[in-house]
Nanobody, 118 residues
Framework: QVQLVESGGGLVQAGGSLRLSCAAS??????MGWYHQAPGKQRELVAT???????NYADSVKGRFTISRDNAKNTVYLQMNSLKPEDTAVYYC??????????????WGQGTRVTVSS
């Protein structure tokens, strides 16, 4: 019954901003984050954040994007500033936890499309 529901994607001009949201159902996940995938490209890490607030960013977005989470709402956000055309992709929410017997659980949202025009 785990679902990750993304919102906030859209079309924006270069230099503009968007904020993506991902609302998770169920448990609090140890790690949540965002990946993106452009047509014909591999899915790539954008940013992750742990349940204690430790974050990690791809070099390409450092200084421009900020990931945050609200554990009370079980929601993760990605504030994207100074957007570039190369940021154009489908952005996928990601959630990870380890359960009993060291079983690893990974979940993905359906994706939200971000298009940055020049």
């Amino acid at each position: 019954q785990v679902q990750l529901v993304e919102s906030g994607g859209g079309l924006v001009q270069a230099g503009g901003s968007l904020r993506l949201s991902c609302a998770a159902s169920g448990r609090i996940f140890s790690t949540m984050g965002w990946y993106h995938q452009a047509p014909g490209k591999q899915r790539e890490l954008v940013a992750t954040i742990t349940d204690d607030g430790s974050s990690n960013y791809a070099d390409s977005v450092k200084g421009r994007f900020t990931i945050s989470r609200d554990n009370a709402k079980n929601t993760v956000y990605l504030q994207m500033n100074s957007l570039k055309p190369e940021d154009t992709a489908v952005y996928y929410c990601y959630a990870y936890s380890v359960g009993r017997w060291s079983l690893k659980y990974e979940y993905w949202g359906q994706g939200t499309r971000v298009t940055v025009s020049s």
